[in-house]
């Protein structure tokens, strides 16, 4: 099992982080930002990764810090769980539609952090019970979790009209496209996908 723990403390946030790459989807979740909750159980369900994810921060100010740091843990600790990377498919990509919306990740487990952001929103924030949410934080999400975790990642919404739509179809595309390139390769045996003999 390729499983990994993770705790980041500053004087903004604190969170800690369990994942389980080999796992079934399962999830707790729990980051104080319901919105934010919902997409990382999307992200857990559909990479079949198991996640536990305990978060406190400043909300009282914001939500900028503990969406931001939130990605960075994440990336951290599906690093920290993927050791050398040997095996693993590396590189792969997904289309999810999500009712008007579609939306594309396609993404390299590279170990050089690199974000391609093609992404547009038609309101600055969601709204939902539970407060506002900034449509800008979900950049800083996918920014911090890709340099975290040393993945090239290109997100794309092709196009669409519900905000909640767009980000949450790429949510499911980034956790489809993780799901195949954690995979091992059976034809690459235990061998580091590169010519360089390391990632």
Not at 93 to 98: A, D, G, K, T
Not at 173 to 190: D, F, T
């Amino acid at each position: 099992m390729r499983t990994a723990e993770y705790k980041r403390d500053t004087s903004e946030t604190s969170i800690s982080v369990d994942i389980n790459i080999d796992g079934t989807g399962k999830y707790d979740i729990k980051t104080g930002i319901g919105f934010l909750d919902h997409m990382l159980e999307q992200l857990s369900k559909h990479s079949l990764i198991d996640m536990r994810i305990k978060a406190t921060g400043d909300t009282h100010i914001d939500y900028h810090h503990t969406t931001e740091d939130t990605g960075i843990a994440i990336g951290e600790c599906l690093s920290k769980a993927l050791g050398n990377r040997q095996g693993i498919t590396r590189y792969a990509h997904s289309y999810i539609p999500m009712d008007e919306t579609l939306s594309r990740v396609a993404l390299d487990l590279s170990n050089r952090p690199y974000l391609i952001w093609k992404v547009k929103f038609n309101a600055p924030k969601i709204t939902s019970s539970q407060g506002d949410f900034d449509t800008e934080l979900f950049k800083e999400w996918f920014q911090a979790f890709a340099q975290a975790s040393g993945t090239t990642l290109h997100v794309e919404n092709i196009y669409g009209e519900n905000n909640h739509h767009i980000i949450e179809s790429c949510f499911k595309a980034l956790a489809r496209s993780l799901r195949n390139a954690v995979a091992i390769n059976e034809r690459e045996g235990m061998n580091i996908p590169s010519t360089k003999g390391q990632l």
